[in-house]
């Protein structure tokens, strides 16, 4: 149930424009192709956002209750986080996000369509709710024995509230995961999920300079404890 309520907002948005898109095209047939065309491809979009979505709620519910393992493979996290790229760029062609790469090849065990939609909530959290769409920035880089992630922006930040839910590994409730400063998008809760059942952690704060700052690390190598 939490679940569901932390996402009830992201499924709700797409169904609004696509309502709003086949109507606009059913009742104005005076509307010329290219007007036309563009309000179905938007409406192809969101489709297939919503498809993303139900698809990855299965999935995590399934790794929440213990009933699926995750389907990890060797893959370089480079790849995924520039897949992830690809799609917000799709999605928010005039919001640039500056990309980072580490020195090292960060090469580990992953469900990458997991992983791609972690760092896509991430990106699309900052740019629909930090008031900052212009100083984005994703980072990779190697940590010890840790890959990490890492989404900065120059916003209003978070409130401690979020920020200590996070850092102490608890669900986000419905005041928290609603927060009307910051809008959490598909549910930093479905983040930690995805990142836990990896055996990695996740962490969320505010940068002294401003803005917030998203970081989540995942093991180099397999561990036995997930």
């Known amino acids: 149930a939490d679940l569901l309520r932390s996402v009830s907002h992201d499924i709700r948005t797409p169904l609004t424009s696509i309502i709003g898109a086949t109507s606009t095209v059913l009742d104005n047939p005076a509307l010329s192709q290219e007007e036309q065309r563009a309000l179905l491809t938007d409406v192809r979009d969101d489709a ?12 995590i519910t399934k790794i929440r209750d213990g009933v699926m393992p995750l389907n990890k493979q060797e893959e370089m996290l480079e790849e995924v986080a520039g897949d992830a790229l690809l799609t917000m760029r799709r999605r928010f062609p005039d919001c640039p996000i500056a990309l980072e790469l580490s020195d090292d090849i960060l090469y580990l065990p992953m469900e990458p369509m997991l992983i791609k939609q972690v ?6 959290n ?4 930090s008031g900052d769409r212009e100083h984005i920035r994703l980072r990779l880089f190697r940590q010890e024995d840790w890959a990490v992630v890492e989404v900065r922006d120059r916003g209003r930040g978070i409130s401690p509230e979020v920020s200590q839910a996070v850092q102490l590994g608890r669900p986000l409730e419905d005041n928290l995961s609603g927060d009307s400063s910051r809008g959490m998008g598909i549910g930093l809760s479905v983040c930690q999920r995805i990142i ?6 996740f962490a969320a704060g505010n940068d002294p300079k401003g803005g917030a700052v998203f970081r989540f690390g995942l093991p180099m190598e397999e561990t036995d404890n997930e």
């Open 196 to 201: 836990k059942a990896h055996g990695g952690f």
């Open 119 to 124: 760092i896509v909530n991430l990106l699309e």
């Open 126 to 129: 900052a740019i629909r709710h």
């Open 48 to 59: 297939q956002w919503l498809i993303r979505v139900v698809e990855n709620l299965l999935s």
